[in-house]
T-cell receptor, first 108, second 113 residues
């Protein structure tokens, strides 16, 4: 079993829909990161969380440490949000463990 | 704008060739990393470096080596390229684990024929 699991693996939605991507992990962590990878490969760091909730524009990330779960939400989704979203955790040994990513496709 | 720059976007090499992938960061970050990304396997750490001339093996170091002679530059070397090293290679750097402190390059898509 992977230490970081993301769901869904693939998601297609209509423009304007509210999007939720989930990340569950099985190890103790010091931080969790949400990354965005656009077609062509470049990766951008969206959030780093160790507790609670963060918001940046239309993006919201939450984490529940007790349940070992994080969610990334996108409000009023747009075709330019189409990308692969990757959850990554920093474990207690300072090792980064990546989820396999969620491929999001927003249709106009 | 802070950057991690990978020297090549696309690269095609022959089996057995020695391949150099270069990564340069302009943020004075101490930590630099090389990952490969493959469908279904996600991102896997090959090597990382916490300081100049220092290197540590990641999860899949076999068939690779690295060099960090200067703080800003971290090179990944494929000593004798093989077809199973065809992949997307991503370089990253970080200083401390804070918001936006972990920066990736644009990736190098390497094909070994």
């Amino acid at each position: 079993k992977n230490e970081v699991e993301q769901s869904p693996q693939n998601l297609t939605a209509q423009e304007g829909e509210f999007i939720t991507i989930n990340c569950s992990y099985s190890v103790g962590i010091s931080a969790l990161h949400w990354l965005q990878q656009h077609p062509g490969g470049g990766i951008v760091s969206l959030f780093m969380l160790s507790s609670g909730k963060k918001k940046h524009g239309r993006l919201i990330a939450t984490i529940n440490i007790q349940e070992k779960h994080s969610s990334l939400h996108i409000t009023a989704s747009h075709p330019r949000d189409s990308a692969v979203y990757i959850c990554a955790v920093l474990n207690r040994d300072d090792k980064i463990i990546f989820g396999k990513g969620t491929r999001l496709h927003i249709l106009p | 704008d802070v950057k991690v720059t990978q020297s090549s976007r696309y690269l095609v090499k022959r089996t057995g060739e020695k391949v150099f992938l270069e990564c340069v960061q302009d943020m004075d970050h101490e930590n630099m990393f090389w990952y490969r990304q493959d469908p279904g396997l996600g991102l896997r750490l090959i090597y990382f470096s916490y300081d100049v001339k220092m290197k540590e093996k990641g999860d899949i170091p076999e068939g690779y080596s690295v060099s960090r002679e200067k703080k800003e530059r971290f090179s990944l070397i494929l000593e004798s390229a093989s077809t199973n090293q065809t992949s997307m290679y991503l370089c990253a750097s970080s200083s401390v684990w804070v918001d936006y402190g972990y920066t990736f390059g644009s990736g190098t898509r390497l094909t070994v024929v």
